[in-house]
């Protein structure tokens, strides 16, 4: 008579050894998603903090001329009390609590920079125009001659919403000092209007006024990626 005890104990051991290497293996390739970030949101970085290494503020003051505005060892976009389009006063405390794209114009621009922003920045609009916590700044750094009744006209033209996309226009100090120290953006006025030096970037700014991102503003490839960053950072936790 045959022993059948051998085959059966070796059927046991598979099934042994396959739970054991379960056991073993699934921790494992859960792990490595971890470690890989798959199951995480991407991040964006916060700029202008003292925790990075690589950030000197001396140089921000030796090149603009400005001291950032910390607050929490990370710089702050700097407080404003400005006009919009509408003629009201708005301060920075409007657009805390809120994403904003900030930029700066000039309705009587000369070259294709400012009507190329302009075009960019009705695709920000339009692409979080259900979403109330995502706002667009746009600072004139041409303010003696963009009144609240200029900046409405120019906001009417392209079809901005009064309600998420603000025009604001001061004094040129006030300006002028917004995108130096505030964005930390090039700003010089020279002979005539014309000459004015101003950048085409946008900023991407947070809910607690910190600035995550530059991006030009004329390229479509590069707004396409400020309007993906933008849904990243709403789904980053307070």
């Known amino acids: 008579m045959l022993d059948q005890s051998e ?3 070796k059927k046991k051991d598979y099934k042994n050894l396959i739970i054991l290497l379960a056991i073993l293996v699934l921790p494992a390739i859960f792990i490595f998603f971890l470690m890989t970030g798959e199951t995480k949101h991407k991040t964006l970085p916060i700029m202008y903090s003292l925790r990075l290494p690589d950030f000197d503020p001396t140089f921000i003051k030796s090149s603009l001329g400005c001291e950032p505005n910390f607050e929490d060892s990370t710089h702050r976009t700097t ?3 400005l006009t919009n389009q509408l003629g009201k006063t708005m301060t920075e405390k409007d657009f805390r609590g809120s994403i904003y794209v900030a930029n700066f114009i000039l309705t009587r621009c000369t070259q294709n920079i400012c009507p190329k922003m302009a075009s960019e920045m009705i695709r920000v609009q ?5 979403n ?4 667009i700044i746009s600072y004139s750094i041409d303010p003696t001659y963009d009144t609240p009744e200029i900046l409405k006209e120019y906001a009417e033209k392209y079809n901005a919403d009064n309600s998420k ?7 040129e100090d006030q300006i002028f000092e917004q995108a130096k120290c505030s964005y930390f953006l090039p700003a010089q006025k020279n002979d005539t209007y014309v000459n004015i030096d101003h950048s085409e970037r946008f900023v991407l700014v947070d809910k607690k006024g910190q600035i995550r991102g530059y ?3 004329t390229e479509l490839v590069d707004v396409d990626r ?3 960053e933008i849904q990243v950072l709403q789904l980053e936790k307070e």
């Open 132 to 135: 109330k916590d995502v706002k």
């Open 215 to 217: 991006y030009k503003g």
């Open 79 to 81: 407080p404003f009390s």
């Open 165 to 171: 996309w603000f025009f604001l226009t001061g004094t």
């Open 226 to 228: 400020l309007i993906h």
């Open 126 to 130: 339009e692409a979080f125009k259900d």
């Open 7 to 9: 085959p059966t104990l």
